[in-house]
């Protein structure tokens, strides 16, 4: 009876101390007396109790790290990089990256500092922006070439952020908003100066539409009077006499129609008898002066 709880008692103490389970993206080290004697990978093991027993666990997942440096650039400013180092433990040397090793954040954020001290200072603060991608990859290549021999793989190196001094970054800013305000201005200034050309051909063109419109007016009057002439001279009456008539007509007619308006002002001419006459030798006066430019008009539009 005594054997056999003894027994009992010894087979549950081997399976609480002598099963264990290792997780899914984890490896673990077993050590027999102190000395390493196996690695085991997920799932659930054995081991001799007080003989044997688990030293630790290590994670093969990818693990990030972020370190802030100050440095200073080669045009003397003080600016903050903030890296982003994505590493893992490689599964076939999980020996060095647990023996060998004590520290690897610490000794990863040493390399970052050591990279960037020596990159960034021979670069100016505008290139520093522009070549965050270069300093990143040489961070990533001085890290593998130290961390593999750890059992450390690197995937990926970032500058995530790159933060001069406060002063230097609102001086940054007023010389970007002055650059912008400057192209602005000449924007707006060959805008009015397109306005301005706009409107002065439009004037012009305006203006010799209106001349043509007069002269053509004119013309079309002259010719309606010579038809006149021509219809009353047909029936007996001189051109004299016809053109003080055609006269005496369009004035009556003026007079009708201003009188149809009564916000209109209306002038009475003197009623002589000559008064037609002299109305119309100012008529003919006047439309041989205009003739006269219109002529001198056209002889210098077509020299031109």
Do not use: C, W
């Amino acid at each position: 009876m005594i054997q056999t709880i003894l027994l009992i008692v010894l087979g549950l103490l081997i399976l609480i101390f002598g099963v264990f389970i290792v997780k899914q993206q984890q490896i673990a080290i077993v050590e027999r007396f102190g000395r390493f004697h196996s690695i085991r990978k997920p799932g659930i093991h054995f081991l001799i109790p007080i003989v044997d027993r688990v030293s630790g666990r290590v994670s093969i997942r990818i693990q990030q790290l972020d370190v802030l440096v100050e440095t200073k650039t080669k045009d003397d400013v003080f600016v903050q990089l903030k890296v982003s180092v994505q590493y893992l433990v490689l599964e076939d040397s999980v020996y060095d990256a647990f023996y060998r090793l004590e520290s690897p954040q610490a000794q990863i954020t040493s390399y970052i500092f050591d990279t960037v001290r020596a990159e960034v200072p021979k670069l100016r603060l505008d290139d520093v922006f522009e070549k965050k991608d270069d300093i990143a990859i040489a961070i990533k290549r001085e890290l593998e070439e130290a961390m593999n021999t750890y059992g450390y793989g690197i995937i990926k190196a970032l500058v995530t952020d790159i933060d001069p001094d406060h002063e230097v970054k609102s001086a940054m800013n007023r010389i970007n908003a002055a650059e912008r305000q400057k192209v602005a201005a000449e924007y707006e200034g060959e805008a009015e100066r397109i306005r301005i050309v706009a409107k002065a051909t439009a004037e012009a063109e305006s203006k010799r539409l209106q001349g043509q419109g007069i002269a053509d007016q004119r013309r079309e009057i002259a010719k309606g009077l010579e038809e006149s002439v021509e219809v009353l001279n047909q029936v007996g009456i001189n051109s004299q006499e016809a053109s003080a008539l055609i006269v005496i007509t369009q004035h009556y007619d003026t007079l009708h129609a201003m009188s149809e308006n009564t916000n209109s002002n209306l002038i009475l001419l003197p009623n002589s008898p000559n008064s037609a006459s002299n109305m119309l030798n100012d008529l003919v006066t006047s439309f041989a002066v205009g003739s006269k430019v219109q002529e001198q008009t056209d002889s210098t539009n077509q020299a031109e």
